[in-house]
Structures are given as C-alpha cells and as structure tokens.
C-alpha cells in the first residue's frame, strides 16, 4: 500500500531564513507521480509541483525547488528566503499507476504546518 | 477560469442530524473528488467520480455517507446521521480526466462541527 511520511509536524523560521520540507514515501509501483500542494488558512489547497516517477531531474521555480531521490524515496521541498506570505501547511502526495487501472487516487502524508515570522 | 466552488463554508449541526454539502467543480473537468480532511492530518479520499460513475468509493462509510453527481456536473454529499468523528473539513476537487497524473483542483472546502 502507498504511504507518505511528512516526518516534520511544524517548522517555525524568521522571515529570510531558508527552510526544507522533508517527504518520504513508500509504493510498490515503479511508475508514480509525486505533488507538493500549499494549503493557506483560506482552506484551498495550490497545487504547486508534479513530478513522475522517471523524471529525478530537481526543479526550481523562484524561490521554490525541489529534490527528488528515487533512492531514498524522498521529494523535499525547499524555499529560500522564505517570506510571511509562505506561512501555510504544506502537504505532499503520491498518486500511483497500478496496471494503468489506477484513476488518479491521491495519498497525502500529514502535513507540514510552517511559520514564517517577520 | 472560475474554480472549484463549494458551499457552504461552514456548518455546525448535533449529532444524529443530517447535513449535505454542494460542489461545482471547474467547467469541463470529467472527475470529481471528495475528500475529508480531519484537523491536523491529510485530506483522505472518500469517493471519486468520472462524469456521473462513481469509480472509487472504497474509503466511503457507505452505512452514513452517500454522494451523487446526477448530471456529471456538480455533486452533493451527504451525511446520515452525522456522528462527532465526522467532525472534519470536507473537500472538493476535480481534474480534467481522472489518470494518475492529472492535477487534482481544491475548492476551499466546508468545515463541518458536529457537537
């Protein structure tokens, strides 16, 4: 069965501070797709970043990256210089490809609640 | 591009008393989510939709909840009777086909409070 670990509960950082959302995952399959999703306290959760399974390259957008390790099964998430307005919960999730009869399930770990202090 | 649009947004009602909750996902998206989200943990999926079949609702306590989406446009879910441990923000969303990688958009959700 998928599961995902967000192994940090709360993160609390001064404004321009660099800060690491740690996520591990488990599955079975060797084709998957891997999210990060912001969840402001509006409520909506953002969709932020898609990664599939063959694709190890990292990724950064502005402020934001991300480094995916196949070997580890980890796909953190960094943003440098954080400001206030990152101050959400972050949620990463895995949506596997099970005998291509999977229809998109999303299994999100628990969330990762950051604080960004001015 | 209008969002996913829930409502309402907050509900409070006693135990043993029903509720429904309404979503209209973005205009042309195929699949149809719904989640519920516990304070403090991750949404978990309770049932899925693509256009008006229902393709996934495994995690659905089926003996309480129940969701229609009759014209494969917007859905209702329902809960009945409602128990304290429904207590939770329910959340919609909906992607344009219901494949692994497809983007899933959230609308804001409703919190519900059963006391």
């Keep these: ?118 | 591009e209008a969002g996913v649009a829930q409502s309402p947004r907050y509900k409070i009602i006693e135990k043993r008393q029903s509720v429904a909750f309404w979503c209209n996902p973005i205009s042309g998206h195929a699949t149809l989510y719904w989640y519920q989200q516990i304070l403090g943990q991750g949404p978990k999926l309770l049932i899925q939709f693509q256009n008006n079949g229902v393709v996934d609702d495994s995690q659905l306590p089926k003996d309480r909840f129940s969701a229609e989406r009759l014209k494969g446009v917007d859905s209702t879910l329902k809960i009945q009777p409602a128990k304290l441990e429904d207590s939770a923000v329910y959340l919609c969303a909906s992607s344009p086909l219901g494949t692994p990688k497809n983007i899933q958009y959230f609308g804001a959700g409703t919190r519900l409070s059963v006391l």
Aim: aromatic letters at 14%; glycine letters at 6%.
């Design chain 1, 1 to 118: 069965a998928q599961k995902v670990t967000q192994a940090q509960t709360e993160i609390s950082v001064v404004e321009k501070e660099d800060v690491t959302l740690d996520c591990v995952y488990e599955t079975r399959d060797t084709t998957y797709y891997l999210f990060w999703y912001k969840q402001p306290p509006s409520g909506e959760l953002v969709f932020l970043i898609r990664r599939n399974s063959f694709d190890e390259q990292n990724e950064i957008s502005g402020r934001y990256s991300w480094n995916f390790q196949k070997s580890t099964s980890s796909f953190n998430f960094t943003i440098t210089a954080s400001q206030v307005v990152d101050s959400a919960v972050y949620f990463c999730a895995l949506s596997e490809v099970t005998g291509g009869t999977s229809y998109g399930k999303l299994t999100f770990g628990q969330g990762t609640i950051l604080t960004v202090h001015p």
